[in-house]
């Protein structure tokens, strides 16, 4: 049988374009490989600039790189590299009695970071001793340094003291530093609760808070473990989140941040579970509460500045108790305020207080030791 030659002629052209797909994908590859090789293992040092890459000026992604690619780039833990890697090698070790922190094993790790915080801890701690959680809690308090998605930037350097918890994946910072080539100063932030044990905070080291906190008679929450995420946080999704979310235990009061009328609540409780909206007219603005336990207010009801109308909850999509609290512009619910920069909410940070400097400042030098020793 005779083939028609035009056929022939297209078979041949498709053989032709495929190799030189498979070439030139080889190639760029053979090429990729060999430049994170040379990034990852000789351009170390401060001194060696890569001109192509101009390091100071590259903005560190926001996504993760793909498993292959992380397969294929990281360094293997041989003994031969232990020169190399000994400045990024995790360091544990149980401070002695006598301290503050007796009996616990406290860890530390000090490294350049590199791609993002996520892939610098990753490198280091292994994913199933959650070095996800971890650089998570990085994040959360970085968040009150700078935007994290544009601030954070190949060489900048961070040490962390932290604690592993009881429970997969749980970590307690005690020490942040954290050196930014953008801004030209280290950030540090140091936890400390012996002031107040429940109410415990990060502080500079002149003993002034790093977050903000909402006067109490605006605030919507007024004893919370933590804030876990601020709007705008990059870790939920592709929009970021639209709200401030509270960690508190199940069944803290939740109070309205201003006057104004009850236009729903519990809508979509799929999602945002037992919630409440209020309009604010005269501010122009409408603030929600989700995740409650228990809602106290209906629709149409008049409501006073610092009025409980809630307690807050687990319910919706949650991973963990807290309160979900969004301050939205009222004619356009895209637009989200910080309720921290907000002008209408006043916020405050907190100082040590006098008698418990000392303490405070005994607990700086611990923790800059522990940096110091590893
Ligand atoms: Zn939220």
């Known amino acids: 049988m005779d083939i028609p030659p035009s056929s022939l002629h297209n078979q041949h052209i498709e053989k032709k374009n495929e190799f030189s797909f498979r070439f030139g994908f080889v190639f760029l590859f053979v090429i990729s490989v060999g430049l994170n090789i040379y990034l990852l293992y000789f351009n170390q040092k401060k001194d060696v600039v890569v001109a192509s890459l101009p390091q100071d000026s590259e903005v560190v992604p926001l996504f993760e790189l793909p498993e292959v690619y992380k397969k294929e780039v990281s360094p293997p833990v041989k003994t031969s590299q232990a020169t190399r890697t000994a400045v990024i090698t995790p360091v544990s070790f149980t401070v002695p009695s006598e301290r503050k922190v007796e009996g616990k094993t406290i860890h530390s790790l000090n490294f350049k970071v590199r791609n993002s915080l996520n892939y610098s801890v990753c490198r280091i701690i292994s994913r199933e001793k959650g070095c996800a959680a ?10 009150w340094f700078m935007d994290i998605k544009k601030g954070v930037r190949n060489g900048d350097y961070l040490e962390v003291v932290y604690q592993q918890l009881e429970g997969p994946e749980q970590f307690k910072i005690l020490k942040l530093s954290y050196k930014s080539k953008l801004f030209g100063k280290t950030f540090e932030a140091f936890y400390f609760d012996e002031f107040d044990p429940k109410n415990g905070g990060y502080f500079d ?10 006067v109490e008679a605006q605030s919507p929450i007024r004893h919370y473990i933590e804030i876990t995420s601020l709007p705008g946080d990059f870790r ?43 309009d604010h007219p005269k501010l122009g603005i409408k603030t929600l509460y989700l995740h409650l336990s228990r809602v106290k207010v209906k629709p149409g009801q ?45 916020s405050y940070t907190r100082k040590i207080p006098s008698q418990h400097y000392p303490s405070f400042q005994k607990t700086v030098k611990l923790y800059n030791a522990v940096i110091k020793e590893s």
């Open 205 to 214: 080291r002149e003993g002034k808070e790093i977050a903000q906190r909402i």
């Open 302 to 346: 008049t409501i006073r500045v610092g009025q409980q109308i809630a307690e807050s909850g687990n319910t919706g999509r949650t991973f963990a108790p807290h309160l979900h609290y969004e301050i939205q512009k009222r004619k356009n619910k895209k637009i989200i305020y910080n309720p921290f920069t907000f002008k209408h909410h006043k």
């Open 134 to 143: 971890l650089s998570a809690h990085l994040g959360r308090l970085m968040a």
């Open 236 to 278: 939920k999704g592709m929009g970021g989140h639209s709200g401030t979310d509270f960690k508190a235990e199940v069944g803290t009061p939740i109070y309205s941040g201003f006057s104004g009328k009850v236009t729903r609540t519990n809508w979509n409780v799929r999602a945002n579970g037992y919630c409440v909206e209020i």
